[in-house]
């Protein structure tokens, strides 16, 4: 329940808002719709180590930015648990305060987990792949297999994992109830091209697979393209509001050849299917994908929002394709770091003249605020936006409880199980006396939720 009317009145302008952007309808101003923001971290005043390791400071850190910008309809912050990684020791993470500064954003560490001669294991058999190639590379914990110490190791893991799930749930109610806050996304999937190489084979190694194992990495991108979606559709918003996360980060190193061999037919496939059943996306197009937005203009109008990363020039990503979807971007990082007040009104009321004009842009640095902007750089973006971003005469439609409900989500895959009900069944000699149907369903159901965990550690 809303704190009060005012809080209500104000949930209902910005997904009002939100709705709108996304479907590229038209809107009162210019939506101040932000994805991610590390700003949040940085400017609750509490270091990236006290947020990733205690609770406490997670609730505040949303709160505190939701009241002091209250003008910004959408935004979320990168909240991570450091615990779970120290309890499996997770070597694909340096952690602030651990093994880099207290201030520092934590960072992923890209590696060739998967050897080249294992492409055959890692299609054929990805749990048993997982579990006798990839944690032992990727898990300290995982060493000593079979001791005690390692079993523990995962069941901290596992609890670990439910206790941050349901805070972030929790948090997610109380910034509604108490300033009206909306999330910006619900779900996630991610292009196949880039599990493969951020979590396998790492950019040295992937370069080399597009040259010399090209029919491996095809097979590798479609098998985990199937196992995404299923897993995705678990995570999807029924009312079909929220749009779907996908941040991209390898387009920007690939030829326009490379891209459309390996990259864009299972990306396009997968997002598709969604698209199809009325989902809408969020997609961080990081670095500079200007060779290849061709392709993003096939997108339906008015189905994703795409946050356009500094390295590439808004203007031109509005004719390219920001015609048909809602755009964000055009702030420069170091704009909000180190310009002016004066700089950042000239910039915003640039755009708004500009890419802003007509609608279906939205201001945002290169997919995010950047942890160390100025506070008054990004209240001056805001006033800007309320001096220069107003629509005259238009209203923004009001949004629908739910959308395009009669469309249905067809995924012709389905996660598997790792171990079938049959055989643990029948490794007991059981002769099932009741209903076997309702005992197999919550076996297959937290079977695949085993399996999704293991895939996409």
Not at 152 to 166: D, R, T
Not at 202 to 226: P, S, T, Y
Not at 434 to 439: D, L, P, R, T, V
């Amino acid at each position: 329940m809303f704190k009060s009317k005012e809080v209500e009145e104000l949930y209902n302008r910005r997904l009002d808002r939100y709705m709108a952007a996304i479907r590229m309808q038209p809107t009162d101003r210019v939506p101040i719709v932000f994805n991610t923001t590390y700003f949040a971290e940085e400017y609750s005043g509490s270091t990236i180590q006290e947020i990733v390791y205690s609770q406490k400071h997670w609730y505040e850190c949303d709160a505190k930015f939701a009241r002091d910008f209250p003008e910004v309809d959408t935004f979320r912050s990168n909240i991570a648990y450091a615990p779970m990684w120290d309890a499996i020791d997770n070597r694909l993470y340096k952690v602030p305060g651990r093994e880099i500064p207290p201030k520092s954003l934590q960072q992923f560490v890209e590696a060739e987990h998967l050897k080249v001669d294992e492409y055959r294991e890692f299609i054929d058999d990805p749990v048993g792949w997982r579990f006798n190639k990839y944690f032992p590379r990727i898990f300290g914990e995982y060493d000593g297999k079979g001791a005690i110490r390692s079993h523990v190791a995962f069941l901290k893991m596992g609890f670990l994992q439910g206790i941050f799930g349901g805070i972030l749930r929790e948090n997610a109610v109380k910034l509604k109830e108490e300033y009206g806050v909306i999330p910006t996304t619900r779900g996630a999937l991610t292009a196949p091209f880039d599990i493969l190489s951020d979590n396998y084979r790492g950019l040295h190694g992937i370069m080399r697979d597009m040259f010399r194992n090209k029919e491996e990495v095809k097979e590798a991108c479609q098998k985990i393209m199937e196992i995404n979606v299923a897993n995705c559709a678990t995570m999807v918003d029924p009312t079909k509001q929220l749009p779907i996360f996908i941040a991209t980060h390898k387009p920007c190193f690939m030829s326009p050849k490379q891209f459309d061999e390996f990259y864009w037919p299972t990306f396009y496939e997968g997002m598709m299917m969604f698209i199809n059943a009325g989902y809408k996306f969020r997609v961080f197009l990081e670095g500079d994908w200007s060779p290849h937005w061709h392709h993003l203009a096939d997108f339906p109008k008015g189905s994703v929002i795409f946050d356009v990363d500094n390295e590439a020039d808004i203007f031109k990503a509005k004719e390219a394709f920001g015609h048909k979807n809602f755009i964000t971007g055009g702030i420069p990082t170091d704009l909000f770091i180190f310009g002016t007040t004066e700089q950042m009104r000239e910039r915003v009321k640039l755009l708004c003249e500009t890419v802003g004009k007509d609608g279906g842009w939205g201001p945002l640095g290169g997919g995010h605020i950047p942890n160390d902007a100025k506070p008054e750089n990004l209240q001056a973006m805001i006033d800007a936006i309320n001096e220069f971003g107003v629509y005259e005469g238009q209203q923004t439609p009001k949004a629908q409880p739910a959308y395009d409900q009669d469309l249905k989500l067809e995924i012709p895959f389905e996660l598997p199980v790792i171990t079938p009900w049959e055989e643990f069944r029948d490794e007991h000699n059981w002769d099932i006396v009741g209903n076997e149907e309702m005992i197999k369903e919550t076996w297959d159901k937290y079977e695949r939720m085993a399996f999704s965990w293991v895939y996409f550690k």
